[in-house]
């Protein structure tokens, strides 16, 4: 019976404890006004629980490298508010907050043109080991807002209403040239009448003047 115990005590103190990380992300999450907020959940399985954190945000199916990195900040249990400004062209603004067991991360200043897939990156940087896990990828659709037109749109529009007012001016100017070919043709026709009439030579009736039966032989 004490070997048993004894057995027993050293399978649950010798065998190893693994540690894992899990991060989900939702499917899909829409804009408001160029900005979204991000949940990225995490699920740490370990003896200790982590008490530093870094979190990166990648855009891209693969984006791993430094140019795909859209911003990343460390926080801690004591530190759990962060801001900073995103990497890249076009600078974006990143704040997060760290809640049980997930990341509320907010992303603003993006455009429509930054729509993609964005996935978390979650490392446990201590206590040790070092884990890292990437999220499943979340799908940011960034809505253009009304009256805010990109050079494009823009383009488009004044090549639309230079196309839509050109249309009126030619139906307008074929109307007056079918006119004008109308009049012209009226006019002909009335100058041709006029010399027709012009042309005939009036007849002397053989009428004296009187009205008696005598003109009627």
Known sequence: MTLSLLTFL????????????????????VSHRGEVELFCSYHHTGRHEPEELRITLYRGMYGEQEEQKVCTSSFT????????????????????????????????????????????????????????????????????????????AQRRDDVTGETSVRLPLAGLAAVLIVISAIAILLVHQVLQRKRRFEAIVPMMSKNDGRFDYGNFQ
Do not use: M
Request: charged content about 20%; overall charge positive; proline content about 8%.
């Open 77 to 152: 249990h004591n530190n759990t508010a962060f801001q900073v400004e995103g990497e890249g062209e076009r600078k974006v603004r990143c704040r997060g907050q760290l809640r049980p067991g997930k990341v509320n991360l907010t992303i603003s200043g993006l455009r429509g043109n930054d729509t993609d897939l964005y996935r978390c990156a979650i490392e446990v940087l201590y206590p040790p080991p070092y884990l890292r896990t990437f999220g499943n990828g979340t799908l940011l659709y960034i809505t253009e807002e009304p009256g805010c037109f990109t050079p494009e």
């Open 10 to 29: 050293c399978l649950g103190l010798c065998l190893p404890v693994w540690n894992a990380l899990r991060v989900t992300q939702p499917y899909r999450v």
